[in-house]
DNA sequence: CAGTGGTCTAGACCACGCC
DNA sequence: GCGTGGTCTAGACCACTGG
């Protein structure tokens, strides 16, 4: 560790805070890896030169925020954005009768555009920055449309965005791979309008249905916000559930 | 503790989840009340016979799910439902601009019935059983109604419920006050509606217009449900806040 | 079987609140 | 100064996985 491990009068800062945070850091920087094995906690701890007990206090805050994924007699590994972690951590809207499941998309639009006051201030970037916007609608088992999507991106952190083929169902995943970018958190405000008439139309309602609007900011590992999205969704025969504990 | 403190071949239950289990139960049955210090971690390891380090994985479970409070020098105290803890825990509509407060309430009506069967169902009682309704309408600072809700208990687990002069506006301290019932979770589904003639009249909108509403179900310490609510919500300059991680 | 994470213990020291 | 919760250590043993 470094010299200031032990606590100073003022701001003091757990050992194993500092650790998880370096972990982080080790994330953030790409030297570990999706899905990759990392070292065992007796070597972390021989290496940070700390007890097993400090890198497991910093491994279990790690594994409370979906960052790491341990499991007894086989070792500790770096979470993937796949299906049923995205599903279960970020997709909150259910079937009212019948099992969660990942939605399938397609792709309406797909535009460079310049960011609105609104996307910058959400983006964090200053206005009339480049951004990609995404529209799609989104689907449940039964090919009746449940929501239609706005995605925006800053172009400035997915260069080469326009050679990409296709968008698939799954973005987080493609952020991972392609851009090196971990979603780890997001924030959603949730308000109920009326369809639009364009709404109306790609989701195969009457015009003034209430909408489910759903805005989201997601953030990478180092808190900065990487993705707006806004869902409009039917909530006829589905609801967005939260559980509070 | 109990002799099968011992793992065993078959259903191993840890020792701490075996403590907290113990000390929910006190919680429970009312012999740790609400606000109560609670005795040190040192005096709960002698008194159970086990380190003082298992006695701290216990309470770490039970302070993450927001059954006890601790603070360094002070103690453990079991969490009260103070307004400031439940707004932050249960009350997740927050105003477009500005701080987030506690809605001040009015009591519309006050009913006893017999329960629908969705009722029933959600209250985990036979159809038919006897009910509370109470429908109260919900503004925030300004006056401007926020919400119109119906909150339906089961009669059974509030006894004398007629004899209440009034309905507080925190309605879980009251649970908790007047019949030891503790709100330990909640879980919530969130739908778009269109506002009836009679939401519209008593939220002062037209009819038709887009609210949100919040179907929530909310247990006792034991996982029973004891509270079903339906709020209504306008949302036009207020949102529904959830974050994800 | 060896190696991993998970549990449990015992003891030291630190930060904080209160008297 | 004392007692509280919070951190850190060192070491033992258990449960699980995989070769």
Request: proline fraction near 6%; charged fraction near 25%.
């Amino acid at each position: 560790m470094t010299e200031d491990t032990k606590p100073r009068a003022f701001g003091f800062r757990p050992l194993y805070l500092q650790v998880r945070e370096s972990l982080v850091r080790r994330l953030i920087d790409g030297s570990w890896q999706p899905g990759q094995l990392i070292p065992s906690e007796m070597e972390l701890a021989r290496e940070l030169g700390i007890s097993q007990g400090t890198v497991r206090k910093a491994l279990d805050v790690m594994r409370a925020e979906n960052l790491l994924i341990s499991r007894q007699g086989r070792g500790t590994r770096v979470a993937e954005p796949e299906e049923s972690r995205i599903l279960f951590q970020f997709f909150h809207l259910v079937p009212d009768n019948g099992e969660r499941s990942f939605p399938n998309s397609r792709v309406l639009h797909r535009d460079r555009a310049r960011a609105s006051k609104a996307e910058a201030e959400g983006l964090n970037t200053e206005a009339g920055a480049e951004v990609w916007r995404i529209e799609r609608v989104r689907t449940l088992e039964d090919a009746k449309p449940l929501l239609i999507e706005t995605i925006t991106l800053p172009a400035a952190r997915f260069p080469e965005f326009e050679a990409l083929a296709a968008i698939p169902n799954n973005v987080y995943r493609l952020y991972s791979q392609t851009w090196g970018i971990t979603i780890g958190g997001a924030s959603e405000a949730l308000k109920a309008i009326s369809a639009s008439a364009e709404d109306a139309r790609v989701l195969g309602c009457a015009p003034g249905t209430p909408l489910l609007e759903i805005s989201r900011t997601a953030f990478d590992l180092a808190q900065a916000p990487v993705e707006l999205r806004v869902s409009r969704c039917l909530t006829e025969q589905a609801h967005y559930r939260a559980d509070l504990r």
